[in-house]
């Protein structure tokens, strides 16, 4: 959605949450480093903290001809100095920022101040440019390093906050510190506005606060097949292994990413539904007043209301500028599109449909049953007792831990 979009954080952010001895304490500084051995990130830390140490040799050295050529260690530790001289000890805690392909700023707490060290490199990780500048010391949100934390310490994976597509939207993904190649799973989030954690304040049914000329696409897909290119081209993963989980009505959408998207190779369905949203909704509104104490002509009145918004979302024509259930005549066009048993033929990969039986947006007996019949040659299905809609159970605040072994397990094979 371009008015969310838009809003969204412009920059690409790599953030490490393991210590030293994760990083720079694995790379030997006490002689020559070969840099082919480490990621821009793991170079560009231990290039930072020697330097907070006052060792200049190993950054110098991996200078590019051009740059020894204007910069020469002690013109750099000259310059150094005059940034840090002013800003007490360093606290142990950095952030890594991504710029792109192969430029990254590594932002250093120290006592009084941050200083951003923006470092360049080329094919061969020289370092073609180095600049240094002050930053706001509580922007930086890294772990300390020194500090006794067991679980820091046994720390397994590291967030990488990534940006993509036309719009620069915010993404995470998270890795192995091992640095092995891995399997990745890109998640599609259910509808209504939440971050790529799909932290909402409340559970909405349908999209909402959509500009006029918002599509499905500007929503959620042009950003998915963003994500999914990203990973395709990222040489941490694994791209023999690319999943795809989708939650409510970003499960809806699963076919028609699937038929895009020919390198997923599995799919994982949560609380999806292949009806139309509209129907959903409907279905939603008449259990909700049912069990409402009023009179039944007020049911009866509000229910009719909701049948005729329906009716027009179905019968909607492209130059309404109607509003219906929040979304635009254009939303609904481009998500009413979209047919998920006929792109379900098609669907020929691995998949898994996992539904709580206290769902309360999604039935069981209508939703889950139908999913089963329509994945019923390639497709594993699991029901959990007591889990919602969010698969939660009640008064819970966090994904049922079953649930997340068996997605696991699943992709294990």
Known sequence: ??????????????????????????????????????SLSELSLMYCEEMVEEKFDNIVND?????????????????????????GEYSSEYEITEKSENTLDVSLKFKD????VSLSFDENKKITGIYLNYCDANSINGKN???????????????????IGEYNVDG????????????????????????????????????????????????????????????????????????LLGHSLGAMLGPKIINEKKSICGFISMAGSPRKLEDIILDQNKEYLSELDIEEKEKEKQLQEVIDIVEKIKNIDESSRETLLGASAKYWISLDSIDYKALSQ????????????????????????????IFS????????????????????????????????KWIKG
């Open 63 to 87: 200078f590019s001809s051009e740059l020894s050529a204007q910069v020469n260690k002690q013109t750099l530790k000259q310059v150094w100095n005059n940034y840090t001289s002013n800003i």
């Open 377 to 408: 040659e390639n497709g594993e299905y699991i029901l959990y007792e007591g889990l919602d809609h969010l698969f939660m159970k009640d008064g819970e605040t966090h994904v049922d831990d079953k649930v997340i072994e068996d997605i696991i």
């Open 346 to 373: 098609n669907v020929t990969i691995a998949v898994l449909v996992l539904q709580g039986d206290e769902d309360k947006q999604i039935s069981v007996g209508t939703d889950f049953s139908e999913l089963k019949q």
């Open 172 to 243: 995470l993904l998270t890795l192995p510190v091992s640095g092995e190649k891995c399997p990745v799973v890109v998640m599609v989030q259910g509808s209504g506005q939440s971050d790529y954690n799909e932290k909402s304040g409340d559970v909405k049914p349908y999209p909402e606060l959509y500009s006029d000329d918002a599509t499905i696409y500007d929503e959620v897909l042009n950003d998915i097949y963003d994500a999914i290119d990203y990973v395709e081209n990222d040489k941490k993963i694994d791209t023999d292994r690319i999943y």
């Open 113 to 116: 101040n941050g200083l951003k």
């Open 1 to 38: 959605m371009k008015k969310r979009i838009i809003n969204v954080a412009l920059v690409l952010c790599l953030f490490l949450n393991g210590c030293n001895s994760n990083i720079s304490n694995n790379i030997n500084t006490d002689k020559e480093t070969n840099v082919e051995e480490y």
């Open 145 to 163: 390093e020194d500090a006794d934390d067991s679980e820091n310490k046994e720390e397994k994976y590291r967030e990488i906050h990534i940006t």
